[in-house]
């Protein structure tokens, strides 16, 4: 049995259903991420976890332990807010102690594990401040170290990082991942965010509309997207729908791949590829964007539009205009046979 | 002085007028006619002397008539505080349509006449009243004691005329509380009391003491309450000085006492503000 098991809960508020027969089995010590578009799920899931929210049907199980009929301040987790939730008129160090204070913690042990919580997050020098007189990057890892301190079983982390700006952002997912690597917590965390969820989840559950999609690691997810739904959200794909031919499955009439029936190909744009020789998709650049380290290409086929990533590696890459053959190898596509679900 | 300068000086110049007009002008006359002199034949005597404030001052009959304002502005603003903090938060609690109506009952004593109210609260706390009534019909007074011409009445009248004041107070600065904080205390071990004394109270407060200064200066100078509910018998030092200028025609000395009186709140008000200011200044600094 998983370390928090989470046996086919399901949450209805009148005839709105936020989630719908989820089951899921997070491991001790797993960083686990819930990733979907905004009214998913994603976060009643975690308050439900948290206490906050009453299941309608279902068991969440952790260590064995029932937590239906626990309270959700005998739960013992921890938790970071998206506003961060610190306590305005407590000073830093106060803010941590909190939860060592509620647990009856004795004062001299408080001291030492709010110092040992506040040098892990890089704070050992601010715990007189205030949190008005912190950055939003410090007001972050002091909720990290107050959730911690308390040694929870399991951490539980909600759009931690979309008040930070994009290069702190990146920051505190490198530090987010070492401090939870370094603690061992078992953690959860809720993202709408998938370049987020893909950089620190030893596993991700997509969600949509109340069900889960996919669960599966960050690489399996991207690379063998289980739904349209998950290869759409995650990252970008371009799509073709194709018809079976004796010689494979062709779009506008061009074959692609093997196949025999009518489907949906979706394929990522960095694994479109241009030709010079042989079959391929034929098409014209509509507009090329310089992105750095790659380029970003907009190619007008019979098929529809097509997205083609192209590393900037110094191999030329057509100009606007130019007529392309595109091709992939039949691997990288995933199919989703026509008539099943979009 | 240049353009902007002139323009800005003439588009305050219509509210400053108004301003000196009715407010500093008749406060600068009332200071000068609390320094002229009175006597029975000759009434206003416009010398310059500090008799009226010696006479305030040492006279232990107007010592015990401010003392009594003080009393009573203090009790009801502790009053207003144990009733209107918790009412805000419960309020703020609410659901909707519920919060919406329930505030409106709130701000009703503040819709209703003053002397509607204060008559409708003197019948309710008469001899014959409901309220002496039912203290004697649950044994607390062996007889129906009114409570009319008591400080008791007064305070009663005028806590549910100015809680409203606390309760929109209080409830502004829960506004700006962050509903997450409560949770966190939850998730953090806290029961449902801690996290009231410790989370929310503390966050409320910067409210609490400003609807403080609110409720006592309104209590301190209110005047329709304490004259109907007090009466002639149970005098504090608004009705006091509204009696020397009107019973005794004595004007000079009710200038003089509403200039204590007024002397006095400020005072009062200003130490507290400062109090405030350099309490929460570090924490709540928007």
Same mark, same amino acid.
């Given at each position: 049995?998983?370390?928090?098991? =989470?046996?086919?809960?399901?949450?209805?508020?009148?005839?709105?259903?936020?989630?719908?027969?989820?089951?899921?089995?997070?491991?001790?010590?797993?960083?686990?991420?819930?990733?979907?578009?905004?009214?998913?799920?994603? +976060?009643?899931?975690?308050?439900?976890?948290?206490?906050?929210?009453?299941? %309608?049907?279902?068991?969440?199980?952790?260590?064995?332990?029932?937590?239906?009929?626990?309270?959700?301040?005998?739960?013992?987790?921890?938790?970071?807010?998206?506003?961060?939730?610190?306590?305005?008129?407590?000073?830093?160090?106060?803010?941590?102690?909190?939860?060592?204070?509620?647990?009856?913690?004795?004062?001299?042990?408080?001291?030492?594990?709010?110092?040992?919580?506040?040098?892990?997050?890089?704070?050992?020098?601010?715990?007189?401040?205030?949190?008005?007189?912190?950055?939003?990057?410090?007001?972050?890892?002091?909720?990290?170290?107050?959730?911690?301190?308390?040694?929870?079983? =399991?951490?539980?982390?909600?759009?931690?990082?979309?008040?930070?700006?994009?290069?702190?952002?990146?920051?505190?997912?490198?530090?987010?991942?070492?401090?939870?690597?370094?603690?061992?917590?078992?953690?959860?965390?809720? +993202?709408?965010?998938?370049?987020?969820?893909?950089?620190?989840?030893?596993? =991700?559950?997509?969600?949509?509309?109340?069900?889960?999609?996919?669960?599966?690691?960050?690489?399996?997810?991207?690379?063998?997207?289980?739904?349209?739904?998950?290869? %759409?959200?995650?990252?970008? +794909?371009? %799509?073709?729908?194709?018809?079976?031919?004796?010689?494979?499955?062709?779009?506008?009439?061009?074959?692609?791949?093997?196949?025999?029936?009518?489907?949906?190909?979706?394929?990522?744009?960095?694994?479109?590829?241009? +030709?010079?020789?042989?079959?391929?998709?034929?098409?014209?650049?509509? %507009?090329?964007?310089?992105?750095?380290?790659?380029?970003?290409?907009?190619?007008?086929?019979?098929?529809?539009?097509?997205?083609?990533?192209?590393?900037?590696?110094?191999?030329?890459?057509?100009?606007?205009?130019?007529?392309?053959?595109?091709?992939?190898?039949?691997?990288?596509?995933?199919?989703?046979?026509?008539?099943?679900?979009? | 002085?240049?353009?902007?300068?002139?323009?800005?000086?003439?588009?305050?110049?219509?509210?400053?007028?108004?301003?000196?007009?009715?407010?500093?002008?008749?406060?600068?006359?009332?200071?000068?006619?609390?320094?002229?002199?009175?006597?029975?034949?000759?009434?206003?005597?416009?010398?310059?002397?500090?008799?009226?404030?010696?006479?305030?001052?040492?006279?232990?009959?107007?010592?015990?008539?401010?003392?009594?304002?003080?009393?009573?502005?203090?009790?009801?603003?502790? $009053?207003?505080?144990?009733?209107?903090?918790?009412?805000?938060?419960?309020?703020?609690?609410?659901?909707?349509?519920?919060?919406?109506?329930?505030?409106?009952?709130?701000?009703?004593?503040?819709?209703?006449?003053?002397?509607?109210?204060?008559?409708?609260?003197?019948?309710?706390?008469?001899?014959?009243?409901?309220?002496?009534?039912?203290?004697?019909?649950?044994?607390?007074?062996?007889?129906?004691?009114?409570?009319?011409?008591?400080?008791?009445?007064?305070?009663?009248?005028?806590?549910?005329?100015?809680?409203?004041?606390?309760?929109?107070?209080?409830?502004?600065?829960?506004?700006?509380?962050?509903?997450?904080?409560?949770?966190?205390?939850?998730?953090?071990?806290?029961?449902?009391?801690?996290?009231?004394?410790? $989370?929310?109270?503390?966050?409320?407060?910067?409210?609490?003491?400003?609807?403080?200064?609110?409720?006592?200066?309104?209590?301190?100078?209110?005047?329709?309450?304490?004259?109907?509910?007090?009466?002639?018998?149970?005098?504090?030092?608004?009705?006091?000085?509204?009696?020397?200028?009107?019973?005794?025609?004595?004007?000079?000395?009710?200038?003089?006492?509403?200039?204590?009186?007024?002397?006095?709140?400020?005072? $009062?008000?200003?130490?507290?503000?400062?109090?405030?200011?350099?309490?929460?200044?570090?924490?709540?600094?928007?």
């Amino acid at each position: 049995m998983p370390y928090l098991a =989470i046996e086919n809960i399901r949450k209805a508020y009148g005839p709105a259903v936020a989630v719908d027969h989820l089951d899921l089995g997070v491991e001790k010590g797993e960083f686990i991420s819930l990733l979907g578009p905004s009214g998913c799920g994603k +976060t009643t899931t975690l308050q439900m976890i948290a206490g906050f929210v009453e299941p %309608t049907q279902g068991a969440i199980a952790l260590d064995g332990i029932d937590l239906s009929q626990l309270a959700p301040e005998k739960r013992g987790l921890g938790i970071v807010f998206q506003s961060y939730a610190l306590f305005p008129h407590m000073t830093v160090a106060a803010n941590v102690a909190f939860g060592l204070e509620m647990r009856r913690v004795g004062k001299a042990e408080i001291r030492q594990r709010v110092e040992q919580a506040l040098a892990m997050v890089g704070l050992a020098d601010k715990g007189g401040r205030y949190p008005r007189q912190m950055s939003g990057g410090q007001q972050q890892r002091v909720a990290l170290a107050r959730a911690l301190v308390i040694r929870p079983a =399991i951490l539980l982390l909600d759009e931690p990082l979309s008040n930070l700006d994009a290069k702190l952002r990146e920051e505190m997912q490198l530090e987010l991942r070492q401090i939870q690597r370094q603690s061992g917590t078992t953690t959860v965390l809720v +993202t709408h965010d998938q370049q987020e969820a893909l950089a620190l989840s030893d596993r =991700i559950v997509v969600m949509n509309q109340g069900r889960v999609e996919q669960i599966g690691s960050p690489f399996d997810v991207y690379e063998r997207p289980g739904s349209a739904f998950v290869a %759409t959200f995650l990252g970008r +794909t371009n %799509t073709f729908s194709a018809e079976p031919t004796p010689q494979g499955l062709a779009v506008a009439g061009h074959v692609m791949m093997p196949g025999e029936r009518p489907a949906t190909i979706s394929i990522r744009p960095e694994k479109v590829d241009f +030709t010079t020789e042989g079959d391929g998709l034929p098409g014209r650049v509509l %507009t090329r964007v310089f992105q750095g380290n790659h380029w970003l290409l907009h190619v007008q086929t019979p098929g529809g539009l097509c997205l083609v990533i192209r590393p900037n590696d110094g191999r030329p890459v057509p100009g606007e205009g130019e007529a392309v053959v595109l091709v992939f190898r039949a691997g990288d596509a995933s199919l989703s046979l026509a008539g099943s679900s979009p | 002085m240049n353009a902007q300068a002139r323009q800005g000086w003439l588009l305050v110049a219509p509210a400053t007028l108004l301003f000196v007009g009715i407010l500093a002008t008749p406060l600068a006359m009332t200071l000068l006619l609390s320094f002229n002199g009175w006597s029975s034949t000759q009434g206003i005597v416009p010398t310059l002397t500090v008799q009226n404030y010696a006479e305030i001052l040492s006279d232990s009959f107007f010592a015990e008539i401010f003392l009594r304002t003080l009393r009573i502005a203090l009790w009801v603003t502790l $009053i207003c505080v144990l009733i209107g903090a918790p009412e805000a938060y419960i309020l703020r609690r609410m659901r909707e349509p519920w919060r919406s109506s329930f505030i409106l009952v709130v701000i009703g004593p503040l819709l209703v006449s003053v002397v509607a109210r204060t008559l409708g609260w003197a019948l309710l706390l008469g001899g014959n009243g409901l309220i002496p009534l039912a203290l004697h019909r649950v044994g607390l007074t062996s007889s129906p004691v009114s409570l009319m011409f008591t400080e008791t009445g007064v305070v009663i009248a005028l806590v549910h005329v100015l809680v409203p004041f606390m309760v929109l107070s209080v409830w502004a600065s829960l506004a700006r509380m962050d509903p997450a904080t409560e949770r966190a205390a939850q998730s953090l071990g806290a029961s449902q009391i801690t996290i009231f004394l410790r $989370i929310v109270l503390p966050q409320a407060m910067p409210g609490i003491l400003s609807g403080g200064i609110i409720v006592f200066s309104l209590a301190a100078s209110a005047f329709a309450t304490p004259a109907i509910i007090g009466g002639r018998r149970l005098k504090v030092a608004s009705t006091l000085a509204y009696d020397e200028f009107l019973s005794t025609l004595n004007w000079p000395l009710g200038a003089a006492i509403a200039v204590l009186l007024l002397v006095g709140i400020v005072a $009062i008000v200003v130490g507290w503000n400062r109090f405030i200011e350099r309490r929460y200044s570090q924490v709540f600094a928007s």
